[in-house]
């Protein structure tokens, strides 16, 4: 996720939502299409919008790019593991230096560093692995509704435009149809159960790239996770100085699938404290395929009463991506 600049130009005239479509998503795909500058060097930009950092998903979407790049095309990534350690700045490129740790018979590990300003931003290790066949099991997907008779996010957010501010006007590749109440709607509501669950696709057709389609997912994966933090505690990003960056980010590809087709994404929140959400989500195919597991912690702060002279410090600067 990331904080938006009240006070920027937004992407859409007036309070209009964030236009979607290929056009959009092509944009995405080229956000994805990292310069080559050097053997195990990347660089890759972010796109003409005046947040106040770049948004997790993209930089870890970007890092998992430069890892696969390095990796045979029939060694599929199976798991990433990821921190977001400061915040990304839109306004300059990311470098991306990948270290090749291991190239064995069955799996290859690469590791990635996200670098800013000759500063580390990111650091990614993932895992590829050539197909093996073993045992097989999934847990079932949901009980939902299609997303075909949802409301468009477009629907969802009439209305809390101003409450949104610049986010809600950003471009949309990925494609949203909330099952439940987004947060912004459900604290009108108060607290329900730690739970989230969404349909998504990238709005458009995707080339037919197995490492972009996965690319795809992981920069959509942080779009909503914590969401199931935020609607148990009546919260909402925006309302009443809400504020909050990913932390951490993990993810498991159990089976192939296309990020340009409807998949359901079920998070739930088992645990907060200490200012920090732990969220897992899951992964559906429309047919009801388990195609991926993620987890990240968020650092979530609530907004913050006044006491005394304390009440007129500013909050402390969120130091995380």
Known sequence: MSTVDSDAAAAAPGNAPGPGGQRV??????????????????????????????????????????????????RPVHSLHAYFLRPGDPAVPIVYLVDRIRDGRSFTTRRVVAIQHGLPIFHLSASFHRHE?????????????????????????????DVLGPWARQPRPIDLRYVDDPPWMQREKGPRQPLSR????????????????????????????????????GLAWGREGVSGASLD?????????????????????????????????????????????????????????????????????????
């Open 25 to 74: 998503l092509d944009g995405l795909v080229r956000l994805l299409d990292l310069e080559r500058v050097e053997e195990n060097i990347f660089r890759g930009v972010s796109p003409k919008a005046r947040l106040l950092r770049v948004f997790g998903g993209q930089v870890a979407g970007q890092a998992l790019v430069a890892a696969g790049r390095t990796v045979p095309e029939d």
């Open 249 to 321: 980010h993990a993810m498991w590809f159990h089976r192939s699938f296309r990020a340009d087709q409807w998949l359901l994404y079920e998070s739930a929140s088992p645990s907060a404290s200490g200012a920090r959400g732990l969220a897992t989500g899951r992964f559906w195919t429309a047919a009801g395929r388990h195609i991926a597991t993620v987890v990240q912690e968020g650092l979530l702060r609530p907004p913050r009463k006044p006491t005394g002279d304390a009440g007129t410090r500013p909050p402390d600067p969120v130091r995380a991506g």
């Open 198 to 233: 969404v349909w998504m696709k990238a709005d458009g057709v995707l080339p037919d790239e197995p490492l972009l389609h996965v690319c795809a997912l992981a920069f959509a994966s942080d779009m909503t996770l914590l969401d199931s933090v935020l609607v148990h505690h």
């Open 133 to 161: 066949d073993g045992v097989d099991h999934a847990s079932p997907m949901p009980d939902v509704p299609p997303p075909e008779v949802l409301p468009s996010y477009a629907e969802r957010i009439a209305g809390y435009e």
